[in-house]
C-alpha cells in the first residue's frame, strides 16, 4: 500500500527514517559535543574577565579589543580552511582544528600583558576558522535539504548547552581553583577546559568518516538512499564553483544578514556574565549558575523552531521573527539593571530569539549552494558575519569605558538584529524555502 499523502510506500519509509535516525545518532552528538569544547574555548574568556581584568590592570576596551580581534584571525583564515576541509575530507581537518585551538587556548594561562593577550585570542581565531562552516558542509554530505533546519538545529545547540554546562563549570572553577600551587583560577580556567578539545580531537581521527560511501556501520542499501537524497536534493541549486560563490550577490546579502545576527550572539555570549553580575550578583559561582537559565530555555527554543521550520518548509520568517524578539529582550533588558530577577527573564528572551535565528539561518545558504561553492559560500558568510564578533565585544567595552554602562552597546546590537531580520525577508522566498 502507498501513503498518499508523500506518494512514498510505507515500507520504504520506514527504512528512510530508520536510516537517518542511525545516521543523526552516529553524527550529531559527537558533532554536538565538537562543538561544545569549541564555544566554551571561544567564549571562556567572558568568565576569566571576571578575576583577569583586575590581577592584569586591563580596562574593559583592552577585554573588548581582546575578545573581539579573535574573529580577525577567523575572518582571514575561515574560508581557505574550509577549502582544505572540502579538499582533504572532514576528519583529518578537524581534527586538526580541535587539537590545534585546544593547545593555543591553553596558551592563555601565560598572558601578562595586553599585547600578549592580543596575540594569543588572534591566534586561537586562526586555529578555529573553518571548524563551524566545516561542519555546515559536512552535514550538506549526508543530510537533503528538507532535513537540514531541524539537524542545523540540533548540533547547534551546542551553543547554548555550552553556556549551560560551561557558566556554573567555569564559575565553579574560578572560585574553586583560585590560588591552588599560586595560579589565580582564571589560568586554571583556561587550562581545564582547553584540556577535552585537544582529547576529542584525537578521537576525531578514528570516528568520523569523509563522505558516505567511506561510512562501514551502514549498509549497501543505507548508502545508496542517503547518496540518492542528496544528488535529488541538489539538482535546483545553482553554483559549483568556488569563485561562482564569491560573485553571487546572494552570498553577500546573507553575509550582511549573518553580520547583524552575529552582533546579537557574542554581544550575548561576551556579556552576559557581566551583565548579571551588574545587577548585583557578585560570586563568580552564582553568575554562573544563573546563566543557565537562559541558556537551558535557548536549546528547548532552538529545537523547536528547526522542526517548526521543517514542518512548515519556511525560512525567512524563521530567522526574522526570532531575530526581533532577540532585540526586544536586550532592550528590555537596560529597563531595570538592578534587578536580577527581571534581567535575567529579559536576557533569557534575547538569548532564546538569537540563537534561533542564528540555527534558522545556516538551513539558507545550502539552499542554492553545492560543491565547492558551498564550502566557499558557507565560510565566505560565516568569516564576514563573523567580523561583528569582533566590532560587538569592542564596542561594548569601548562604550562602558565611556559612559560607565553598556546601555548604548545593546541597543546598538538590537539595531542590528532588527536590520538583519529585514535584509532576510529580501531574499526570494521560492530560492530559501527548501
Not at 134 to 148: D, V
Not at 168 to 186: A, E, N, T, V
Amino acid at each position: 500500500m502507498q501513503n498518499t499523502a508523500t506518494g512514498v510506500p510505507p515500507l520504504v519509509k520506514d527504512f528512510e527514517e530508520a536510516t537517518y535516525s542511525k545516521v543523526t545518532w552516529r553524527l550529531i552528538p559527537f558533532l554536538f559535543i565538537c562543538y561544545v569544547f569549541a564555544y566554551l574555548d571561544r567564549i571562556n574568556v567572558g568568565f576569566a574577565k571576571l578575576q583577569m581584568l583586575s590581577d592584569l590592570k586591563f580596562s574593559e576596551s583592552v577585554y573588548g579589543l581582546g575578545a573581539g580581534i579573535f574573529f580577525i584571525g577567523y575572518f582571514l583564515f575561515e574560508v581557505p580552511s574550509n577549502i582544505a576541509l572540502h579538499r582533504f575530507g572532514a576528519r583529518k581537518w578537524i581534527a586538526r582544528i580541535m587539537i590545534s585551538w585546544g593547545a593555543i587556548s591553553a596558551c592563555m594561562i601565560f598572558v601578562t600583558t595586553p599585547t600578549m593577550f592580543y596575540v594569543l585570542r588572534f591566534f586561537l581565531g586562526v586555529a578555529e576558522a573553518g571548524f563551524f562552516p566545516g561542519i555546515i558542509l559536512y552535514l550538506t554530505y549526508w543530510y537533503p535539504s528538507a532535513r537540514r533546519a531541524k539537524i542545523t538545529a540540533l548540533f547547534m545547540t551546542g551553543i547554548p548547552i555550552a553556556g549551560l554546562i560551561g557558566g556554573p563549570l567555569s564559575g565553579w572553577i574560578l572560585k574553586r581553583f583560585d590560588q591552588l600551587y599560586g595560579m589565580p583560577g582564571w589560568q586554571w580556567l583556561f587550562l581545564i577546559e582547553a584540556i577535552p578539545s585537544i582529547i576529542t580531537g584525537i578521537i576525531v581521527l578514528f570516528y568520523l568518516n569523509d563522505k558516505i560511501s567511506d561510512a562501514k556501520w551502514l549498509s549497501p542499501a543505507e548508502k545508496s538512499l542517503l547518496e540518492k537524497n542528496v544528488a535529488a536534493g541538489e539538482k535546483n541549486i545553482e553554483s559549483h564553483s568556488v569563485f561562482g560563490a564569491f560573485k553571487n550577490t546572494k552570498v553577500w546579502v546573507l553575509c550582511a544578514c549573518y553580520f547583524g545576527i552575529i552582533m546579537g550572539l557574542y554581544g550575548i555570549s561576551f556579556w552576559l556574565p557581566t551583565l548579571i553580575k551588574a545587577s548585583g550578583v557578585t560570586d563568580a559561582l552564582d553568575i554562573g549558575l544563573l546563566t543557565m537559565i537562559p541558556y537551558g530555555v535557548t536549546a528547548i527554543a532552538m529545537v523547536l523552531m528547526g522542526r517548526n521550520s521543517d514542518r512548515m518548509f519556511e525560512r525567512r520568517w524563521h530567522v526574522a521573527i526570532p531575530a526581533v524578539v532577540g532585540a526586544i529582550g536586550l532592550i528590555v533588558s537596560t529597563f531595570y539593571p538592578q534587578n536580577t530577577a527581571l534581567v535575567v527573564l529579559a536576557l533569557t528572551v534575547a538569548t532564546g530569539g538569537i540563537f534561533s535565528a542564528l540555527s534558522q539561518f545556516w538551513s539558507i545558504p545550502p539552499a542554492f549552494l553545492g560543491g565547492a561553492a558551498a564550502a566557499a559560500g558557507i565560510a565566505l558568510i560565516n568569516s564576514v558575519g563573523n567580523l561583528a564578533g569582533f566590532v560587538s565585544t569592542y564596542i561594548v567595552g569601548w562604550i562602558k569605558d565611556m559612559t560607565q554602562s553598556t546601555d548604548i552597546g545593546l541597543y546598538v546590537i538590537a539595531t542590528s538584529l532588527v536590520i538583519a531580520a529585514a535584509i532576510v525577508l529580501t531574499m526570494p522566498k521560492k530560492l530559501v524555502n527548501k
